[in-house]
Structure formats: C-alpha cells, structure tokens
C-alpha cells in the first residue's frame, strides 16, 4: 500500500473535468465545461506573437525570473491601475491562470483546521486547491441573516483561525450572479471586522455584458485604507476567457510583502511560467486586448440569450439565474428532485451534459441545482440541447 499523505483524503476529481471528456463526443451536447469558445482564439495573434517572440530565443526558451516576466508584469500593474488599484509590477505575480494562484494561495494560509468563508455554491476549483490543505469551511451570508462576526470567530476557534474570505463578485461560477456595492462594502468590512484576507477571484469580470460595472473589492479597498501595501485584498486575474486559456497565463495583484511570499512558493513549484508564453501574451494583449474583450462580450451575450429564451420557452417552471456577464446560469430544480441522478438519465437518453450543483457545496448541499454554461455550444446546438433536456425533465 502506498503510504499517501493524509491531504490526499480531501483531493477528489473534478466533476468538470470529467464530464470535458465528453466535449469530443459529436452526439453530446454539453452545458457542462466553462470552456471559452475556440471560435474567439486570435490565433494570426498568437501567430505573430511567437513568431515575434522567438526572434530572442534567449529570453523565450530559457529560464526567467519567478515573479514572471517584467514587461508583462508592469503591462497588468497599469491595467491593474486603470481599475482603480494604484500597482506597480512589484505587486504582481504572474501565474498558470488564476488556478494556480488559488493553489498558491492556499499552500501559503491554510494550516489544517482553518477556515475559509465562501458563497455556498462556490467554484469548484477553489474548493479543489484548498481542500488539499485541509481546511474546514463555514457558510459567507452578505444578504443578512443572523450571522454575527462573533459566530464566525466562535466556530473557527474551535479547529483553527479564521484566514479568508473567498469570493467571485462578478459573473460567479457557477451561478453567473454578481455581489452589489452593498454586499461589496459589507464583505470587505467583515473581513476588517475579523482580521482576515480577502480572495477575489476575477476571472469573468472582464466578460460584462450589461448593467453598470461595479469596483473590485481591491479598488474599493484600497480606497478605504488608501494604499495597495495595506489592503487584504489579494486579486487573482487572468487571460483565459479573455485570450485564451491554453495559454495558462494569469496573475496576482496583492502588496509586496504577499507577492515575496507567493514568489517563495513559485520558485519550489514550478520556478515559472512558460517564458514564451509569457512573452507572447504581452505581445498579443498589447496589439489590442480591449477589441478581444469586446469580441467575447458579444459572442457570449447572444448566447447567454439563446439560452435563457430556450429556458423559457421549453422549462417555463425551472428556476434560472440571469446572469448580466460571464459563462454560467444556475437553475435550481424542484424539491425532491437529484441533478446527479437527472445527470445519468440526460446523458444517457438525451445525450445532454451539465454539472450536478452539489459539486459546488462544501456541506454537500444543492442536490437539486446544477450548472449550464452557455459558452461553448454553438446557438443551434443550445437551442437542441434545452430542448432535449426539457423533454426528459
């Protein structure tokens, strides 16, 4: 028997990953993945980009610097500042896509028995990264209720400390929903109140299709404390919804003192990223990022649209989300009902795919909920595929 760390008991499989593998199986129409639509992918982009990149060979196929590469770095500190977040490259960390910061993230604050406050659902990849280090997880309500700061503290202190709140204030995954400036200013001033970090995670803000954008928890508080070096907002961003994801580029914005820390982290992991991709993604986001944002925020709207009019033409009694940005809708099934178990039945006699939302329950809970993402089927394919599905439900 092979003698695994005690930490491999709380490593499970991704739901998401598993049902990818049907994405190559033409007769499956899958809702399941939030894959960006390869149709986006600039790829004559990404073309010249190498090619322009491998003209130093020396700086693109050696080893670089942990931190990431400096021109890239001090390109994503103005973006950074341009949103209200006065960063400077030595606040940035650039990762394998905003997983890999989770991951480092995790590694450098949970001690087993800490707690971490998410949104329950929550995204299952977070989940995935801090699971590894044995957290315990206690249920983040910004809409009222009885929770007290004391409650949280109470209940931490019994396995640990309280380290962070988790979140993903625009276009979550998996319920496509985004926090108001209200439920912003209020996570920010529990986490104060408790002495905590903040993780936001930012993937799909970028990907807002309507409505008035709010400020990331990192501007708002920084406006509060009036300097990067002393928020608790740590920002993970990235390029794969707005470029591509096979890239695997993305970043961390958070004071120096964190950045040194995660660096430490980097350099035992991976020494860092991929040098020609680095440099290639510089390359492409400088030829013109903003019309690739305004690319996909198209593409996905009239998805999103085709989807939600599927819905209510064809399951005019399934409760949806409708989602202002992103990739996802959340539909909460009646009671009683098991996604897991409609799950196995759509597979097998309608030959649709979804994620079953209790994979985004820490407690297990949301048994009768799951995930539709809208962003890779075709407008066709989603109109057959809700249809399918609303013939089996």
């Given at each position: 028997?092979?003698?695994?760390?005690?930490?491999?008991?709380g490593?499970?499989?991704?739901?998401?990953?598993?049902l990818?593998?049907?994405?190559?199986?033409?007769?499956?129409?899958?809702?399941?993945g939030?894959?960006?639509?390869?149709?986006?992918?600039?790829?004559?982009a990404a073309?010249?980009?190498?090619d322009?990149?491998?003209?130093?060979?020396?700086?693109?196929?050696?080893y670089g610097v942990?931190?990431?590469?400096?021109?890239l770095?001090?390109?994503?500190?103005?973006r950074?500042?341009?949103?209200?977040?006065?960063?400077?490259?030595?606040?940035i960390?650039?990762?394998?896509?905003?997983?890999q910061?989770?991951?480092?993230?995790?590694?450098?604050l949970?001690?087993?028995g800490?707690?971490?406050l998410?949104?329950?659902?929550?995204?299952?990849?977070?989940l995935q990264a801090?699971?590894?280090?044995?957290p315990?997880?206690?249920?983040?309500?910004l809409?009222?209720?009885?929770e007290?700061?004391a409650?949280?503290?109470?209940?931490?202190?019994?396995?640990?400390?309280?380290?962070?709140?988790?979140?993903?204030?625009?276009?979550a995954?998996p319920?496509?929903?985004?926090?108001?400036?209200?439920?912003?200013?209020?996570?920010?001033?529990?986490?104060?109140e408790?002495?905590a970090?903040?993780?936001e995670?930012?993937?799909?803000r970028?990907?807002?299709?309507?409505?008035?954008?709010?400020?990331?928890?990192?501007?708002?508080d920084?406006?509060?404390?009036?300097d990067?070096?002393?928020?608790?907002?740590?920002?993970?961003?990235?390029?794969?919804?707005?470029?591509a994801?096979?890239?695997?580029?993305g970043?961390?914005?958070?004071?120096?003192?964190?950045?040194?820390?995660?660096?430490?982290?980097?350099?035992?992991?991976?020494l860092?990223?991929?040098?020609?991709?680095?440099?290639?993604?510089l390359?492409?986001?400088?030829?013109?990022?903003?019309?690739?944002i305004s690319?996909?925020?198209?593409?996905?709207?009239?998805?999103?649209?085709?989807?939600?009019?599927?819905?209510?033409?064809?399951?005019?009694?399934?409760?949806?989300?409708?989602?202002?940005?992103?990739?996802?809708?959340?539909a909460?099934?009646?009671?009683?009902?098991?996604?897991?178990?409609?799950?196995?039945?759509?597979?097998a006699?309608?030959?649709?795919?979804?994620?079953?939302g209790?994979?985004?329950?820490?407690?297990?809970?949301?048994a009768?909920?799951?995930?539709?993402?809208y962003?890779?089927?075709?407008?066709?394919?989603?109109?057959?595929?809700?249809?399918r599905?609303a013939?089996?439900?």
């Amino acid at each position: 028997m092979i003698p695994y760390a005690r930490r491999m008991d709380g490593m499970k499989a991704s739901e998401i990953r598993e049902l990818l593998k049907l994405v190559d199986r033409p007769e499956v129409i899958s809702f399941a993945g939030g894959i960006p639509d390869p149709a986006l992918f600039p790829a004559q982009a990404a073309r010249s980009a190498y090619d322009k990149a491998l003209r130093d060979p020396a700086a693109a196929l050696q080893y670089g610097v942990s931190e990431g590469y400096a021109p890239l770095r001090e390109w994503i500190a103005a973006r950074m500042r341009g949103e209200g977040v006065p960063a400077s490259a030595e606040n940035i960390l650039v990762t394998a896509g905003s997983q890999q910061g989770l991951d480092f993230l995790a590694k450098a604050l949970i001690s087993p028995g800490d707690t971490i406050l998410s949104e329950y659902p929550t995204y299952l990849g977070a989940l995935q990264a801090f699971c590894a280090y044995e957290p315990r997880y206690d249920r983040l309500r910004l809409d009222g209720g009885n929770e007290t700061p004391a409650a949280y503290s109470d209940r931490a202190r019994a396995t640990g400390a309280l380290k962070a709140l988790y979140l993903v204030p625009d276009f979550a995954n998996p319920t496509g929903l985004s926090l108001a400036r209200p439920q912003r200013e209020a996570a920010l001033a529990l986490a104060r109140e408790l002495g905590a970090l903040v993780i936001e995670d930012a993937a799909y803000r970028a990907l807002r299709f309507e409505g008035d954008a709010q400020p990331s928890l990192q501007a708002l508080d920084v406006a509060s404390c009036g300097d990067l070096e002393q928020s608790r907002v740590v920002y993970l961003g990235t390029f794969s919804k707005t470029v591509a994801p096979g890239m695997r580029v993305g970043w961390v914005c958070a004071p120096r003192a964190m950045i040194a820390k995660l660096t430490l982290i980097n350099q035992a992991s991976a020494l860092h990223v991929s040098s020609i991709n680095q440099i290639a993604m510089l390359a492409i986001v400088e030829a013109g990022l903003d019309p690739l944002i305004s690319a996909a925020r198209a593409h996905y709207r009239a998805k999103r649209d085709a989807l939600l009019d599927a819905l209510a033409r064809y399951a005019p009694g399934l409760a949806c989300t409708m989602p202002q940005g992103g990739l996802f809708s959340w539909a909460t099934l009646p009671q009683g009902m098991d996604a897991a178990a409609l799950l196995r039945r759509a597979l097998a006699e309608a030959k649709v795919a979804f994620v079953p939302g209790g994979a985004f329950h820490p407690d297990g809970g949301g048994a009768n909920t799951l995930r539709l993402s809208y962003s890779l089927p075709s407008i066709a394919r989603i109109e057959e595929g809700i249809g399918r599905l609303a013939k089996l439900l």
